[in-house]
Structures are given as C-alpha cells and as structure tokens.
T-cell receptor, first 115, second 110 residues
C-alpha cells in the first residue's frame, strides 16, 4: 500500500520567510512524528501526535516551530522566520502496532535549505 | 550522557565477512528496541525489531542485553549492498517517543 508521503521534497527559502511542510501518514496509522536531521547528524525528535491526545511538543527547538494535525490524517509543520540553522531534512513518520511491538515508517523527507 | 549511544564507525568490512556492533541505552525502563538502516540521503527504513530472546532475519541477528543495557546487530556474509548507516532506536521514557542513536556507518568493500 501507499507509504508516508511528504511535500515538497525540496524547499529553498530566504532567511526570514515562513515555510510549511506537509506529511500524509499511512492510512490508519494513529501516531505521527516529525524529526529533523541535519547533514551528517542523527535524528532529532520534534513533535509527536497520537489520536486526539495533546501532542508531545517537547522536541520543538523554538517557538518559531509549530505543527498541526487534522484528526488522524495530514500534518503540517510550520517554521516561521526561518534561519540558516533550520536547514535540514525534515522527516515525518507514522506508527502502527504489529504483533507485540510497534513499528515506525518514514516518509522521504523534505530537504529545507535556508539561504 | 546521551540516551542512546553508538560507535559512529565507519566499520570497513570485506565482502563476505561478519561484522557486529552495539548500541547502549541509558533508560533502564525502555521496552522496545529497533534497528533501522539509512542509506545516504534517504529516509531511515526499519530493518528489524529486537526481542528479548534475540531474533534473526536472514543474515541479520539482533540481540538485547537488558542487564548491561545494550543491543547488538550482527551481519553475516556481508554484501556490498549492506553498506549503510545503521541506527539504533529505543523507546524513550515517555513510552511513545522513539530515541535514535547517531548511527553506525558500515562500508562493505570488495
């Protein structure tokens, strides 16, 4: 079936502009995550949505970052007043339970470049 | 101390050889463990979950040592296509947040 999709695949923006990144999770997956990965670095957790529960925003690096999710579907990550340090790949993942454990599947990411 | 730590490598492995590496985690309450594979400029992909009794999937064997708080991945009969970064993943203290290690880079050479 269809996997996690993200758009745009690449985004180049000028410092100070706002950007909006989109994630379409796998249908039926109730949990959705956003991560950031800078070049050559590991994944940084940003935010987690689970059903109708309040999102876990503990990984958002500043108040310039926000995310929303409509029900159990699309999520958008918004970065306001972008800075060069925001340049990274932003990865979305959705989660499902399989057997006695759960598995997370990633989208292809959005590569953000702030000039 | 990082929650999940890995040797960044690279591990240079002759084709056909066996390579193994570990990952340590700090939260003794962690319950779920995974290995992901990430190719250059690609998204991470689930390689295998790690179960308490250890598990094998083809040439890949994963083991969990709760007492010493580490998991391991062993790759037998390495193929050139095994070259990638292997990410150790542990569920965080909150139970739902997965914490990723920095990855171990493996380079399989002919």
């Amino acid at each position: 079936g269809a996997g996690v999709s993200q758009s745009p695949s690449n985004k180049v923006t000028e410092k100070g502009k706002d950007v909006e990144l989109r994630c379409d999770p796998i249908s039926g997956h109730t949990a959705l995550y956003w991560y950031r990965q800078r070049l050559g670095q590991g994944l940084e957790f940003l935010i987690y949505f689970q059903g109708n529960s309040a999102p876990d925003k503990s990984g958002l690096p500043s108040d310039r970052f926000s995310a929303e999710r409509t029900g159990e579907s699309v999520s958008t990550l918004t970065i306001q007043r972008t800075q060069q340090e925001d340049s990274a790949v932003y990865l979305c993942a959705s989660k499902t339970y399989r057997g006695s454990s759960y598995e997370q599947y990633f989208g292809p990411g959005t590569r953000l470049t702030v000039t | 101390r990082k929650e999940v730590e890995q040797d960044p490598g690279p591990f240079n492995v002759p084709e056909g050889a066996t390579v193994a590496f570990n990952c340590t985690y700090s939260n003794s309450a962690s319950q779920s463990f995974f290995w992901y594979r990430q190719d250059c400029r690609k998204e991470p992909k689930l390689l295998m979950s790690v179960y308490s009794s250890g598990n094998e999937d083809g040439r890949f064997t994963a083991q969990l040592n709760r007492a010493s708080q580490y998991i391991s991945l062993l790759i037998r009969d390495s193929k050139l296509s095994d070259s990638a970064t292997y990410l150790c993943v542990v569920n965080g203290a909150a139970g739902n947040k997965l914490t990723f290690g920095g990855g171990t880079r493996v380079l399989v050479k002919p």
